[in-house]
């Protein structure tokens, strides 16, 4: 067994046997214990600064607070759970009117004595400004109203082409079941008297 491992930092490396295996991962796992105090500290820091301004943090950071610090490792993962809520919910927003809801909604249900409230509304916020510069946004249209009268056009236009199609084809939609088609394949027998 040979593996081949390559990092963005270190120079790729053959290992052989599971040994080396073994002893590659249980060194590449204390490289937070290999850290000067000076690294830490800007780790630490780069980190407060992407909750602070909203960012989502990378695997590595999230390591890295779920080693060194575990309360604050719960409260990244809440604003990151929170936030990714929020996209998952923009994404099903069928009005501008419904997306600028979701955010209200959003930044509403934040609690004064929130712990986490300046991370969660920074979250909120970069979700609201780049949802609004994405194309989605723009696409959408702007009332509840315009939604629902462009989705039942749609549902006219799909039921008056099927009406034309049967029209085609003598093939009525309408009245069509998956059990129709499987009775009309089945051969069948005449039975003489």
Same mark, same amino acid.
């Given at each position: 067994? =040979?593996?081949?491992?390559?990092?963005?930092?270190?120079?790729?490396?053959?290992? =052989?046997? =599971?040994?080396?295996? #073994?002893?590659?991962?249980?060194?590449s796992g204390n490289s937070i214990e290999k850290m000067s105090d000076e690294?830490?500290?800007?780790?630490?820091?780069?980190?407060?600064?992407?909750?602070?301004?909203?960012?989502?943090?990378?695997?590595?950071?999230? *390591?890295?607070?779920?080693? =060194?610090?575990?309360?604050?490792?719960?409260?990244?993962?809440?604003?990151?759970?929170?936030?990714?809520?929020?996209?998952?919910?923009?994404?099903?927003?069928?009005?501008?009117?419904?997306?600028?809801?979701?955010?209200?909604?959003?930044?509403?249900?934040?609690?004064?004595?929130?712990? *986490?409230?300046?991370?969660?509304?920074?979250?909120?916020?970069?979700?609201?400004?780049?949802?609004?510069?994405?194309?989605?946004?723009?696409?959408?249209?702007?009332?509840?109203?315009?939604?629902?009268?462009?989705? *039942?056009?749609?549902?006219?236009?799909?039921?008056?082409?099927?009406? *034309?199609?049967?029209?085609?084809?003598?093939?009525?939609?309408?009245?069509?079941?998956?059990?129709?088609?499987?009775?009309?394949?089945?051969?069948?027998?005449? #039975?003489?008297?």
């Amino acid at each position: 067994m =040979t593996i081949y491992i390559n990092l963005a930092q270190e120079e790729s490396r053959k290992i =052989t046997n =599971t040994k080396e295996l #073994v002893a590659y991962f249980l060194n590449s796992g204390n490289s937070i214990e290999k850290m000067s105090d000076e690294e830490r500290e800007r780790m630490e820091s780069r980190i407060l600064a992407k909750l602070r301004s909203g960012k989502k943090l990378t695997q590595k950071e999230l *390591d890295y607070l779920r080693k =060194t610090n575990p309360i604050m490792y719960a409260h990244a993962m809440r604003v990151q759970k929170m936030a990714e809520a929020i996209e998952e919910q923009l994404k099903h927003a069928k009005s501008k009117e419904e997306a600028d809801r979701i955010i209200l909604s959003s930044l509403t249900g934040i609690s004064k004595n929130d712990p *986490d409230k300046e991370y969660i509304m920074a979250a909120v916020n970069r979700i609201n400004t780049e949802f609004h510069n994405s194309g989605a946004y723009s696409k959408l249209p702007d009332t509840m109203e315009e939604a629902n009268k462009k989705n *039942d056009q749609h549902n006219e236009d799909v039921f008056s082409q099927a009406e *034309d199609e049967e029209d085609k084809d003598g093939f009525d939609l309408k009245n069509w079941s998956p059990l129709t088609e499987v009775y009309d394949s089945m051969p069948s027998f005449s #039975v003489g008297a």
